[in-house]
């Protein structure tokens, strides 16, 4: 298969064009030689026509393309695009007259040759100048298109194919047939022309710029029109390719469309500056709505507030009072005035009414506006919008003008909208900033829910005589219960379980100034009342004065098989003894730890010790697990408990810990929160 | 939920207590005291019998006042204990420190 190369409309379209200009010169001109040599002329005038109408086809081709390639396509560059090409159009038929009043009335100037070589060649400037005018005013008028628009557009062009062609018909005369096509263009043309969606879009610089290019449009076009008559009537022109119904008709049109435009624009530049206010006004209102980007601050949508507002309200004078954190006014971003003009100015407008009506605790601040006459020279009028967020009034918006009832309605409304919206971003920007902080404090609370999970042992010490399993849960992310072991000697062990006052996080710290405690005193290895009287002594220094902690202490010694214990108003340990199948809390009396912080205490300690036999087992526990409710309000109680252990006493030390668990959960549901922390600590002997 | 009445007598006043104390208000009981302390009295009746539940932060402010009543030789004690609440002051030893009595009159006797 031949693969043809992809062909560049473009170029293509130039080229022939080119081309059938030149063969358009080349039939004149032996037309003309056989006028001369009165030979027969064999060249029928369809000829011309006929490479006419390509000619124009192309050009329409190749401006087409031209204009859908070029990216730059503003108005004001379009306009400019066609006021150049009729420059350029004129400037070479001004050269062309400007010659022959050079040639004067010499042989030359009537010399038919030359004289047709530059018909042809203003014939192809007027033509390039035209169709290029078209189709630029094409791309203004299907600006915002709709499909009405576009078809009539589609049936203008196809009328001025049509046009084309009329040339057969008609063979240059000026009868009625022309004249009412003419007319029919014309009108279409003019119906055409009040599409002029693009011209409120230019800014006031713009609309003189296009206006001056659209007066030079105006000018070529009435200029190359003048030349095209002066054409046709001079004789010796043979096949006239001017008085043409296209040509005639996009000239009609152009110059329509230039006209209304140039009126269009002219009218349009006083309310222009309205227009670009409501631009901008748009744009503000956009900046506003964006939320706060990271890094920025409120004080940036302030910013923007208060130059956005003085913008819309015309103001000689603004400035902003905001709240700071003490609910002090501060008075920021004060624009074309002073610090000390604005404290001032604002105990002036304060003092008037209606702004004397404001009250900062009113909850209803929001969409609120006072405006009113003040008479501080040069200010005479002034308006106060209050700022609300989240109910709150947090500042105010001040603006001040040098004339009289200087605030009307739609400034009003854009001002209270501007707020509004300044309002919104900086409350979104003050939730944000409060969740990015809960988020770190939640982060923290990992950390420490993390370090406090390390305070509690993850091996508890025995040796071959017991078994044991613990466990414990925190109501908040970190709790105040706390057990630990550890091997005194050989086959000597000790064991505490403690549960510090209070809960969350101050009682996870008095919990690890207990662990603290314990490890220190363990190196004496001292008897469980020793051990109760010195850590009272200690906790004493550091504890608050409402706070204290209950705790037992056991010493394991599986030599001789004996348990000696304290206990420091802890709730007492619940003992199953496997002889007799029985369970019953050990009962001793005992004092929490912190309570009395003087030597009095030790008359309230006490030790007791006993033996244990085999598959005894010894449940360590604190209050939470007797005190969990259901959603009656009905205690687990100490009762259930004992029932638990005595049930589910033949298991392993660890069964026996999940079986209570269960228990606890099952008692409580699923439904009620726990509201303490539960801990466990199950031994049993071997 | 805790409801805490101040009843003003000839010579002491009584904190009626209704509900529970927990972590969460046991601030406010620790208030009542203060204010009643406040007002210059020394002898004060602590009625419990609406009393359901009782957590380590509401005994933490009874504890917190021991050592103050004894240097101010100011008299404050509690009556009509549910059995229940009245084992947490038991096992905790509270109840070697602190009055407790079962009814109204033996405490207003132990005021004396």
Known sequence: MIKLPNPNIGKVSLLVAILTWLALLFVDITRIFSSINQMESDVLPEISFILEIIFFITVYLFYNYQISKSENNDFLNLIWRGASTGLIASGVSLLISFFYTLLGDSKLASDQLLLNFFYHVNFALITLFLISCSLLWKHLILYQKSKNIVKQWQLFEILMLISMFFIFFNKNSLDYSFLFGLVIITIFSISLSFNLKWIPYLTFKEKWKSILFLVIIIIAASYLFGQLLSYSESSLILINLTDNLFLIGLFSFVFIYSIFSFLVTLFNLPTSSVFEQKLVEAINFQRLSQSIKPGQNENQVLDILIDSSMSAAYADAGWLEMLDDEGKSIFIHERFIDKEEVSKLHQHINGLKPFSNFDWEKPYNENKVFQGKIDFAPYKSALVVPLTTNQTTVGRLYLVKEVKDAFNKEMINIISTFVGQACISVENYRLLNEAIKNERYKEELKIAQRVQRSLLPDTLHHDQSFDIAAFSVAA?????????????????????????????????????????????????????????????????????????????????????????????????????????????????????????????????????????????????????IIEAKNDDGIEFGYERLKNTLKKNAGLSPKQIQEKIIEEVYSFIGQTTAMDDDYSLVVIKFN | MLDIKNIKEANYSTLQLEGEVDASNSVELDGAIQSVLDEGIDRILVDARQLDYISSAGLGVFMSYLEEFQEKNIKLVIYGLQEKVYQVFVILGLDKLMAIKSSEEEAIEELK
């Open chain 1, 476 to 624: 908040d992310e970190v709790g105040g219960d706390y057990y630990e072991t550890y091997p005194l000697e050989e086959r000597k062990f000790a064991v505490i379980i403690g549960d510090v006052s209070g809960k969350g996080t101050s009682a996870a710290f008095n919990m690890s100034q207990m662990k603290g405690i314990f490890h220190s005193l363990v190196q004496l290895k001292p008897s469980p009342s020793e051990f109760i009287k010195k850590a009272n002594v200690a906790l004493g220094l550091c504890l608050e004065k409402n706070h204290f902690i209950t705790t037992s202490f056991y010493i394991i010694d599986t030599i001789h098989k004996n348990i000696t214990y304290s206990r420091a108003g802890h709730c007492p340990t619940l003992y199953f003894k496997n002889s007799n199948q029985e369970c019953d809390y050990l009962s001793i009396d005992g004092m929490g730890l912190g309570i009395l912080r003087s030597a009095l205490f030790e008359q309230y300690v006490h030790e007791k010790s006993f033996k244990y036999e085999k598959d005894d087992v010894m449940l360590l526990f604190t209050d939470g």
